[in-house]
């Protein structure tokens, strides 16, 4: 008997032919990319990617966070991780000085590999991201090695204009209430997008929507620096 309320092939079928045009798309603009089916098939590959003996600096990153890239890494215990966000098992930072969190932000720009996730990644093969304090961006743009970037197929849209609306509309409101509500981040609880779920363009001083950055490309001295791993399934925020 068909069960017409199980869509999961249907599904998937359309994020692995969404990612397949990305993929293609990325890789004319010198960007790494690769799709795979699964968040355990994406755990396999990017540790294959990571050489023992690499330093891994990380992003904030939820999907990274689900693949389980960073406990597997502590596992085989062959890489040193650098997180300025690290947190305990009850959502504290680690580093509680936000200094001392920058401090360790920099060294991220000299590591070997740098993880991260992103808001959106276009059909034309953009990455599309919006930090509120620039350590993210910035790494991805410039500094590690390698960047690899783990991105759930419900991250592909059309284009920039639907990245940008994607990131206003669902991302960081959400983002924002996960610091507010998992992270012990109060002075987040009066953001505008916190209180009512929707972004107003506001000037609040902990707005978490200060650098807006559009990765189109790099050039050949630069190939393959960017890795893109598509994951068929719904990963992050």
């Known amino acids: 008997m068909i069960d017409e309320t199980d869509i999961s092939?249907?599904?998937?079928?359309?994020?692995?032919?969404?990612?397949?045009?990305?993929?293609?798309n990325l890789k004319k603009k010198n960007i790494s990319a690769q799709y795979v089916p699964s968040r355990q098939e994406a755990l396999s590959t990017i540790l294959e990617m990571i050489p023992p003996g690499a330093v891994v600096g990380r992003g904030d990153s939820v999907s990274?966070?689900?693949?389980?890239?960073?406990?597997?890494l502590i596992k085989r215990n062959q890489n040193k991780v650098i997180d300025p966000l690290e947190k305990d098992a009850d959502?504290?930072?680690?580093?509680?000085?936000?200094?001392?969190?920058?401090?360790?932000a920099r060294e991220i720009f000299s590591t070997d590999v740098f993880l991260v996730g992103t808001n959106a990644?276009?059909?034309?093969?953009?990455?599309v991201n919006t930090d509120?304090?620039?350590?993210?961006?910035s790494a991805m743009i410039f500094g590690p090695e390698k960047v690899i970037?783990?991105?759930?197929?419900?991250?592909?849209?059309?284009?920039?204009?639907?990245?940008?609306?994607?990131?206003?509309?669902?991302?960081?409101?959400?983002?924002?209430?996960?610091?507010?509500?998992?992270?012990?981040?109060?002075?987040?609880?009066?953001?505008?997008?916190?209180?009512?779920?929707?972004?107003?363009?506001?000037?609040h001083d902990y707005r978490i929507c200060n650098y807006?950055?559009?990765?189109?490309?790099?050039?050949?001295?630069?190939?393959?620096?960017?890795?893109?791993?598509?994951v068929g399934e719904e990963l992050g925020i």
């Not at 509120?132 to 961006?137: E, T, Y």
């Open 9 to 24: 092939q249907e599904r998937k079928w359309l994020y692995e032919a969404r990612a397949k045009i990305v993929v293609t």
């Open 91 to 104: 959502g504290f930072y680690i580093v509680a000085e936000r200094e001392d969190r920058w401090k360790i």
């Open 64 to 72: 990274v966070d689900q693949v389980g890239v960073i406990p597997e």
């Open 212 to 230: 807006t950055v559009i990765i189109e490309g790099t050039m050949i001295p630069e190939k393959d620096r960017i890795n893109v791993v598509l």
């Open 132 to 137: 509120g304090w620039g350590n993210r961006v």
């Open 149 to 203: 970037v783990v991105a759930g197929a419900n991250k592909i849209v059309k284009d920039v204009n639907e990245a940008l609306e994607r990131i206003r509309v669902t991302a960081a409101p959400m983002n924002a209430k996960r610091h507010y509500l998992k992270h012990h981040r109060p002075e987040w609880g009066d953001l505008p997008c916190v209180r009512t779920g929707s972004c107003v363009d506001c000037r």
């Open 121 to 127: 990644v276009t059909l034309d093969g953009k990455l």
